[in-house]
């Protein structure tokens, strides 16, 4: 009987655990997000987009050498 009830405390347990890693409560209602989480989660966006636009001109060849041009013709002025 103690081993039923260890196992079962044990997979109630899983399952409480899973609804929290999914932001929802015990009745499955979703849990509301603090203000710090919402500034993280936006500030993430925001990093993401730059990096891309740094990816973008890391790789962009042909930008790049079009940037160089760009800036020599307004040295030369």
């Keep these: 009987m ?3 009830m260890i196992v079962l ?4 347990a899983g399952v409480i655990k899973a609804r929290v890693r999914s932001g929802r409560d015990w009745r499955g209602q979703q849990l509301e ?4 989480t919402l500034t993280l989660r ?3 966006r925001q990093l993401k987009e730059r990096i891309a636009v740094l990816e ?3 790789t962009d ?3 790049s050498l079009g940037l160089d041009r760009e800036i020599e013709r307004l040295r030369d002025r």
């Design 56 to 58: 973008r001109v890391v």
């Design 61 to 63: 060849n042909h930008g």
């Design 33 to 36: 997000e603090s203000k710090d």
């Design 9 to 12: 405390i044990v997979m109630i």
């Design 2 to 4: 103690m081993v039923v």
């Design 42 to 44: 936006d500030d993430v």
